[in-house]
């Protein structure tokens, strides 16, 4: 079984500054790595994902994500937020079989920007 | 862009009452899912459903919970008899093939059981 921990529920941020978003998991098998945003009234969309390969990961809207194994995190951050960056975003795994498998997420960063 | 489509966008019915969530899935999509994330709490995962038959489900997805795909298009999600605890949002998402690892996810039902 996998689980997933975020570490803050809310963060605040300056426009411009930069962020990090943590986010550990727990699982007993090789697992995916996965960031989803969501928009207010909008489905949850992808922003990167590790499969494997180099830890360092680059995903949409100028987002990247760093595997670190030994910590067991991947934490998403962005050197300088927008407006347009207030959203949730979900951490997620899956186990790392086929690909189809089902995702199992943690409970949420909202990230709030202020002008 | 394709996108996955839910109806309604929010749903009100009473305890006991029989309801029936919509999704359309991306068209040539074959793994379709249904997850909920219940106010303040974890997007958790439902069912998985492929070739016409559930792959795999979770302790949450109990007799009365189904799921359907009547067409080749539209993907439902039936709960018989409601309860409060069902008050939630619920996501459905599809995934195009294995080895593909995105999910696309629709934008919600919330459902509010009183």
């Known amino acids: 079984a996998q689980s997933v921990t975020q570490l803050d529920s809310q963060v605040p941020v300056f426009e411009e500054a930069p962020v990090e978003l943590r986010c550990n998991y727990s699982?007993?098998?090789?697992?995916?790595l996965f960031w989803y945003v969501q928009y207010p009234n909008q489905g949850l969309q992808l922003l990167l994902k590790y499969l494997s390969g180099s830890t360092l990961v680059k995903g949409i809207n100028g987002f990247e994500a760093e595997f670190n194994k030994s910590q067991t995190s991947f934490h998403l951050r962005k050197p300088s937020v927008h407006i347009s960056d207030t959203a949730e975003y979900f951490c997620?795994?899956?186990?790392?079989?086929?690909?189809?498998?089902?995702?199992?997420f943690g409970t949420g960063t909202r990230l709030t920007i202020i002008p | 862009e394709p996108e996955v489509t839910q109806t309604p966008s929010h749903q009100v019915t009473q305890m006991g009452q029989e309801v029936i969530l919509r999704c359309v899935p991306i068209s040539n999509h074959l793994y379709f899912y249904w997850y909920r994330q219940i106010l303040g709490q974890k997007v958790e995962f439902l069912v998985s459903f492929y070739n016409n038959e559930i792959s795999e489900k979770s302790e949450i997805f109990d007799d009365q919970f189904s799921v359907e795909r009547p067409d080749g298009s539209n993907f439902t999600l039936k709960i018989r008899s409601t309860k409060l605890e069902d008050s939630a949002m619920y996501f459905c998402?599809?995934?195009?093939?294995?080895?593909?690892?995105?999910?696309?996810f629709g934008p919600g039902t919330r459902l509010t059981v009183t």
């Open positions: 998402a599809s995934l195009l093939t294995s080895g593909v690892y995105e999910q696309y």
């Open positions: 699982s007993s098998v090789s697992v995916y």
């Open positions: 997620a795994v899956s186990p790392s079989n086929f690909g189809n498998e089902k995702l199992t």
